[in-house]
């Protein structure tokens, strides 16, 4: 079947402008996972959807950054007025939410590598 | 504070060669997986692998829990074997917070 799919695959945007990413999770997986990758790192957590609420949203970096789910299914990740800094790789992972075993294995997608000027 | 952290940063083997991966974290955690990023970027998961040992083909993993370490062994190493691997944890007191290690960079040789 089909994996976690995300997009746009590239995205470079001037400083100041928003940005939204998506993300398509696995059908039927319940949690949802956002990450942020900068260049050389490792990944650093920004926020999980067990359905479509968050619990932990405490992985944002700022008020710039915003995420929601509709549907239990897919997911936007919003960046406000962006900053230089705020280019990375956002990489989305998604698992079927099911406490123990196989059930909490993540399956990431490509990521968006996103470039802000 | 928390802490993830993987030993060795940087591993350069010959094809055919054997390795372990070492993960330690600061406290008792509720899932630990193994991931291995490909040279394109891509995530794939290894193991989920909070306690215990598994074996996948020529990786197998093991998580000492009350000791707080995980090791990852790879034999037999191959080229498509290079690239990051990284440990990731969420601890028992903050659920699906997940923290990732800085990842081990592998480059095997042909």
């Known amino acids: 079947g089909a994996g976690v799919s995300q997009s746009p695959s590239n995205k470079v945007t001037e400083k100041g402008k928003d940005v939204e990413l998506r993300c398509d999770p696995i059908?039927?997986?319940?949690?949802l996972y956002w990450y942020r990758q900068s260049l050389g790192q490792g990944l650093e957590f920004l926020i999980y959807?067990?359905?479509?609420?968050?619990?932990?949203k405490s992985g944002l970096p700022s008020d710039r950054f915003s995420a929601e789910r509709t549907g239990g299914s897919v997911s936007t990740l919003t960046i406000q007025r962006t900053q230089q800094e705020d280019s990375a790789v956002y990489l989305c992972?998604?698992?079927?939410?099911?406490?123990?075993?196989?059930?909490?294995?993540?399956?990431f997608g490509p990521g968006t590598r996103l470039l802000v000027l | 504070g928390i802490q993830v952290e993987q030993s060795p940063p940087d591993l350069i083997l010959q094809e055919g060669a054997n390795s372990t991966l070492r993960c330690n974290f600061s406290?008792?955690?509720?899932?630990l997986q193994w991931f291995h990023q490909n040279p394109w970027g891509q995530l794939i998961n290894l193991f989920y692998?909070?306690?215990g040992t598994k074996q996948n083909g020529r990786l197998s993993a093991t998580t000492v829990a009350t000791e707080r370490y995980s090791l990852l062994y790879i034999s037999s190493s191959q080229t498509t074997d290079s690239g990051v691997y990284f440990c990731?944890?969420?601890?028992?007191?903050?659920?699906?917070?997940?923290?990732f290690g800085s990842g081990t960079k592998l480059n095997v040789k042909p």
């Open positions: 992972a998604s698992s079927l939410g099911l406490t123990g075993g196989s059930g909490e294995t993540q399956y």
């Open positions: 059908s039927g997986h319940t949690a």
């Open positions: 959807f067990q359905g479509n609420s968050a619990p932990d």
């Open positions: 406290d008792s955690v509720n899932n």
């Open positions: 692998i909070p306690s």
């Open positions: 990731a944890v969420d601890f028992l007191y903050n659920f699906n917070k997940f923290y």
